[in-house]
């Protein structure tokens, strides 16, 4: 399964909305469960990713409710509703539905201040 | 404190060795699938390893691995390993140890890199 996230940058001015759109290259929705195997990660500079999000909307114990995931079967979003300085960073999306490989991650969106 | 600990990176020539190591604390690895996630320098993240949270006898390898490199655990030292065999200079990576939960990682290390130089 490929991961393919747009865009590739974005810049948004603080206090702003964010998206992150992911498309997958089939679905990764289980059926016997009703779950899209996808997930979301943080990762700022120098630093190892963080999950933001599983089970394609279920926000990470500890992560703000600004952050908010949603999408079906092969298309999937990202989105930060009011952006923060401290949210400056790159996002990937990721599929743990297929496997081998086990998981499988878009290329990256960077997010960054207007 | 819940946390993963990698180590055992440096500098090799391409078609040496390293091994790897991720010291868990604050959890029992064993109860835990386990992987390794790598990212060469600027790039993005690619799987490289999982075993499973039995007796660790199932494990898996993306493609560009396979039969190259090993991930294994050791229950009494609570540490995972990845030995790493005929280094390429595309293998050149920080290479994350990372736990398995909601399927997906929610516990990542700092990272070890791993230079390979020809």
């Known amino acids: 399964i490929v991961m393919t996230q747009s865009p590739d940058s974005l810049a948004v001015s603080l206090g702003e909305r964010a998206t992150i759109n992911c498309k997958s290259s089939?679905?990764?929705?289980?059926?016997?469960?009703?779950?899209?195997?996808i997930a979301w990660y943080q990762q700022k500079p120098g630093q190892p990713p963080k999950l933001l999000i599983y089970?394609?909307?279920s926000r990470e114990s500890g992560v703000p409710d600004r952050f908010s995931g949603s999408g079906s079967g092969t298309d999937f979003t990202l989105t930060i509703s009011s952006l923060q300085a401290e949210d400056v960073a790159t996002y990937y999306c990721q599929q743990y539905y297929n496997s081998p490989p086990e998981w499988t991650f878009g290329q990256g969106t960077k997010v960054e201040i207007k | 404190e819940v946390q993963l600990v990698e180590s055992g990176g440096g500098v090799v020539h391409s078609g040496g060795s390293l091994r790897l190591s991720c010291v868990a604390s604050?959890?029992?690895?064993?109860?835990?699938?386990m992987y390794w996630v790598r990212q060469a320098p600027g790039k993005g993240l690619v799987w490289v390893s999982r075993i499973k949270n039995d007796d660790g006898s199932e494990t898996t390898y993306a493609d560009s691995v396979k039969g190259r490199f090993t991930i294994s655990r050791d229950n009494a030292k609570n540490t995972l390993y990845l030995q790493m065999n005929t280094l390429r200079d595309d293998d050149t990576a920080v290479y994350y140890c990372?736990?398995?939960?909601?399927?997906?990682?929610?516990?990542w290390g700092q990272g070890t890199l791993v230079t390979v130089s020809s």
């Open positions: 604050g959890f029992t690895l064993r109860s835990n699938w």
């Open positions: 089970w394609t909307s």
């Open positions: 089939q679905s990764v929705l289980y059926t016997s469960n009703n779950k899209n195997y």
């Open positions: 990372v736990r398995g939960g909601h399927a997906s990682g929610d516990l």
